[in-house]
C-alpha cells in the first residue's frame, strides 16, 4: 500500500518535470540577458583581465564566493572533526 | 516539442533517475549516487540556460574575429553549486561510515531503531 | 588498503604525479588569462595527492603528512581570501582597488578605451586582486580536499582492525 503510494507520487512528479522540460523557451536564445551584455563588454575596461567568468565569480559577484568559501569550509571541519581521536571520557 | 530542446530534457531525465534512486533504493551508499545525481542535472541545466547560438566563449585571449559570446553568469553559478555539492557529498558518506560503524549494516529499514 | 597497488602503478605514479602538480599550480596561477582559476586548480592538485594516496596506500603515507598541518594552511587560505575582499574597503567591499591603477602588484590595463573589444595575447600582470584571490582560494581548495581524503581513509581503515 506504502509503495503504491510513493510510486503514484513518483510518477507525477516525473512527468511534471518532462513535460516542463519539453515546453521550454527554444534552446540557445536567453530572454534576458542586458546585464551579461554589459560584462562583457565591461571586463577589458574595469577589471582588466581577460577572463570574463573569473571576473563574474571574483570581482562582480564575489560575495557569492565567499558564501562558498564558508561551506567548503564548513564541510571540511566537519569531516575533520567526526574522525577526530577521542579521549576515554568523551562520547 | 521542439528537437532542439534535448538538452532540457536530458537535465530533467538524470534529475528524475536520481529521485527514483533515492526513493526506491535500500543500501546508504545508493541515496548517496541519488543525491549526486540530482546535483548533477541540476548544473547541466544551469550551464545549457546561457547558450547562444554560435557563440564563443566569453576569453578575449586569442578570441576567433566578431563573434558573439556566450553567457558567462550561469557558467559562474555552476562553479559555486559543484563545489557545494562536493562539500555534501563529503559529510553524507562520512556519516554513512559511522552508520555502518555503530549498527553494523547499511540497509536502511534496519537503521531505524534507536541502539545504546 | 593497507597496500598499495602492482610496481606498475607505483612507477608510473612516481613519474606522473610531478607533471600533474605543475599542471595544477598553472592552471591556478592564469586563472584570468585562461579557462580556469582557483576552484579549477585546486581540484586538479588534489586530484594528484589522491593518485599517490591509492597507489602507495595508508602505510606508505603513515609518517609524510599530517592532517594538522593541511588544516591550518586552508584556514591560513580562508583567511587571506576574506581579508583581500577588504583591501578596496574605502569605496565597497570586494572592490578591485589594484586594477589598472599602474602599480607593480597587477595593475597593468589590458586594453585602450577605443579599441574596446580586442582580442590579445594576453598580459600575465594584469587582473588587480584577481590573481591574488585565486591564489588564496587554490591553496584553500588544495588542501581541504587532501586533508579529507586522508582522514576518510586512515579512519575507516582503523575501523576494519578493531
Known amino acids: 500500500m506504502r509503495k503504491a503510494v510513493i510510486l503514484v507520487a513518483f510518477l507525477f512528479v516525473g512527468a511534471f518535470l518532462l513535460l516542463a522540460a519539453t515546453s521550454m523557451r527554444p534552446f540557445g536564445e536567453p530572454s534576458f540577458a542586458d546585464m551579461d551584455d554589459y560584462f562583457i563588454a565591461n571586463t577589458q575596461v574595469e577589471v582588466a583581465a581577460n577572463n570574463a567568468v573569473t571576473a563574474v565569480v571574483f570581482d562582480y559577484r564575489g560575495f557569492d564566493t565567499l558564501g562558498e568559501a564558508t561551506v567548503l569550509f564548513a564541510a571540511v571541519v566537519g569531516v575533520l572533526a567526526l574522525f577526530r581521536k577521542l579521549r576515554e571520557d568523551e562520547v | ?116 | 588498503m593497507n597496500t598499495g597497488m602492482s610496481i606498475i602503478v607505483r612507477t608510473i605514479t612516481r613519474l606522473v604525479y610531478g607533471l600533474t602538480l605543475v599542471f595544477g599550480f598553472y592552471v591556478i596561477m592564469h586563472g584570468h588569462l585562461t579557462p580556469g582559476g582557483g576552484f579549477q586548480g585546486g581540484a586538479v592538485v588534489a586530484s594528484a595527492f589522491a593518485l599517490l594516496l591509492v597507489a602507495f596506500g595508508a602505510a606508505g603515507i603513515k609518517g609524510r603528512l599530517n592532517h594538522h598541518l593541511l588544516q591550518t594552511l586552508e584556514e591560513i587560505g580562508a583567511l587571506a581570501f576574506l581579508a583581500l575582499g577588504f583591501v578596496g574597503i574605502g569605496t565597497a567591499f570586494f572592490y578591485n582597488l589594484l586594477a589598472g591603477s599602474g602599480s607593480l602588484l597587477f595593475g597593468q590595463l589590458v586594453a585602450d578605451a577605443q579599441l574596446l573589444p580586442l582580442s590579445n595575447p594576453g598580459v600575465f600582470n594584469a587582473g588587480g586582486t584577481l590573481p591574488l584571490m585565486n591564489w588564496a582560494v587554490g591553496l584553500k581548495v588544495m588542501t581541504g580536499i587532501a586533508a579529507v581524503v586522508i582522514v576518510m581513509l586512515i579512519g575507516a581503515r582503523k575501523e576494519e582492525t578493531e
Open chain 2, 1 to 116: 516539442m521542439n528537437i532542439g530542446n534535448l538538452p532540457f530534457v536530458a537535465a530533467a531525465l538524470l534529475v528524475v533517475f536520481g529521485i527514483y534512486t533515492f526513493l526506491f533504493k535500500r543500501n546508504l551508499i545508493k541515496l548517496v549516487i541519488g543525491v549526486s545525481l540530482v546535483e548533477t542535472g541540476v548544473n547541466l541545466f544551469l550551464v545549457t540556460l546561457g547558450y547562444r547560438t554560435a557563440g564563443i566563449a566569453p576569453i578575449y585571449t586569442f578570441a576567433p574575429e566578431a563573434e558573439r559570446m556566450v553567457l558567462p553568469t550561469p557558467q559562474a553559478l555552476t562553479l559555486t553549486s559543484i563545489v557545494i555539492g562536493l562539500a555534501t557529498t563529503a559529510l553524507l558518506l562520512s556519516f554513512a561510515v559511522f552508520i555502518h560503524r555503530h549498527y553494523g549494516t547499511l540497509d536502511v529499514r534496519k537503521v531505524k531503531e534507536l541502539r545504546g
